[in-house]
């Protein structure tokens, strides 16, 4: 059974694959793949919360 860091690293290489169309970088392990994806996008790229289709209530924000 795989381990928690190897679902990580699954998950993050499908998702790079899926942006990038190419195999991720050979030594990075999950959280150096998704702190390359996340880094590499800018918050407005989301355009999902400058929807006015959505009310306030229904925006979940990080907790602190």
Known sequence: MP???DKIY???AA???ALYNEP????ADGKIIL???FDSQS???YDRLATPHLRR?????PKY
């Open 10 to 12: 699954e998950e993050a």
């Open 43 to 45: 918050p407005t790229d």
């Open 24 to 27: 991720p970088p050979a030594v």
């Open 35 to 37: 702190d390359l994806i």
């Open 3 to 5: 381990g928690r860091d």
């Open 15 to 17: 998702l790079w694959r």
């Open 57 to 61: 209530t229904n925006i979940t924000f």
